[in-house]
């Protein structure tokens, strides 16, 4: 049986390169498998966060993953923190994986900053919580980023680690799931940047909540360079900025970026900004203001949360169950 699982951090609001990047794959693949999508809120307090924004993120996110399309009643759409499984296998993991491991992974290094010493623990173990997140459902695949493949990987080598130390083959060892042409959407004020909820700049970024004036605006201020849109990709491809607008404008209209070109070489940037904002404005609308209706009834998103968070226990405490007698814990 094929099993996914997905999840993405209530840090800050999510935006453009989340949805075309990811959640719009996931809306495809609920139909293709069982599939278990997750808000990481127990990654998101590997760093510093506030508590209320944390809690109302929390249910932003959710309603964010339903308002794209997923079906809370078809998947399970639950918050990390609910379900105890995660952290208990965690710790599990965490006496199996060799320091070596986590000192290759380069998002700690990133994360960390120079300061080493004063990162906590949890960041650094972090690849191993995402490792018990996939594995605590025997997930068989999992629709990642290119950022995340490190740790996919290292959940494959936690897995076989576990199978190999125990000599019974528990975990199936979790493919990345790559969709298609993956969109990789870059910042719109420096197009060699991927577009982040953590770049300082807002104008970087079109949040899934801006609405459309937000949305002109952010387009229209949008790093280009002069010259008009070319006709070839090799050419487009030269051109970081106008390279990222032509890509979210395929991506969002469906086609691809040499159809965009098709249509508008050789027009000036002030003119293709303006058919973008019109695009843009008619995908993202119906979803920012679904995700608003969803956020005035937040005691709503709980108990979807809830639901989902039941169905998933469930088959954490099957596995926990195993997991305990493989390892020789006493069960509960
Ligand atoms: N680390 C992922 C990110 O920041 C989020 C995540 C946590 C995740 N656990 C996961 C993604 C398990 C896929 C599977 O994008």
Not at 28 to 39: A, D, G, P
Not at 76 to 101: D, K, M, R
Not at 248 to 270: K, M, N, P
Not at 310 to 323: C, G, H, L, N, P
Request: charged fraction near 25%; proline fraction near 5%; include cysteine.
């Amino acid at each position: 049986m094929n099993r996914i699982f997905s999840g993405m951090q209530p840090t800050y609001a999510l935006h453009l390169g989340n949805y075309l990047g990811a959640l719009r794959n996931w809306v495809e693949l609920q139909n293709q498998f069982e599939s278990i999508f997750c808000v990481v809120d127990l990654h998101a307090i590997t760093l510093p966060q506030d508590p209320k924004a944390l809690l109302n993120n929390t249910r932003e996110v959710a309603a964010a993953y339903i308002a794209a399309g997923i079906d809370p009643e078809r998947n399970i759409l639950f918050n990390q923190s609910y379900v105890a499984g995660h952290s208990e296998l965690s710790w599990i993991f965490s006496c199996l994986t060799p320091l070596g491991w986590l000192n290759r992974m380069t998002q700690f290094k990133d994360k960390a900053g120079k300061n080493r010493d004063q990162a906590g623990l949890g960041l650094y173990a972090y690849p191993v919580l995402m490792a018990a997140d996939i594995l605590l459902y025997k997930a068989t695949h999992v629709p990642v980023g290119e950022d995340q493949k490190q740790h996919l990987e290292l959940a494959r080598d936690i897995a076989g680690a576990f199978n190999r130390n125990y000599g019974r083959d528990v975990f199936p060892l979790p493919e990345p799931q790559i969709m298609g042409e993956a969109t990789r959407v870059m910042s719109l004020r420096d197009g060699t940047k991927k577009m982040s909820k953590s770049d300082a700049s807002d104008y970087s970024r079109i949040n899934l909540t801006d609405d459309a004036d937000a949305i002109a605006q952010k387009i229209r201020k949008a790093k280009t360079d002069p010259e008009p849109l070319p006709a070839t990709i090799e050419e487009l491809e030269a051109r970081p900025e106008a390279d990222n607008l032509v890509t979210i404008y395929a991506a969002l209209e469906g086609t691809s970026r040499l159809d965009v070109l098709g249509r508008f070489a050789g027009a000036q940037f002030s003119g293709f900004k303006g058919e973008l904002v019109d695009l843009a404005v008619a995908k993202l609308g119906p979803i920012t203001a679904e995700m608003n209706r969803l956020m005035k009834d937040p005691a709503e998103i709980d108990r979807i949360l809830r639901r989902g968070g039941e169905r998933a226990r469930a088959i954490a405490e099957s596995t926990m169950a195993e997991v305990r007698d493989v390892v020789g814990l006493l069960r509960p």
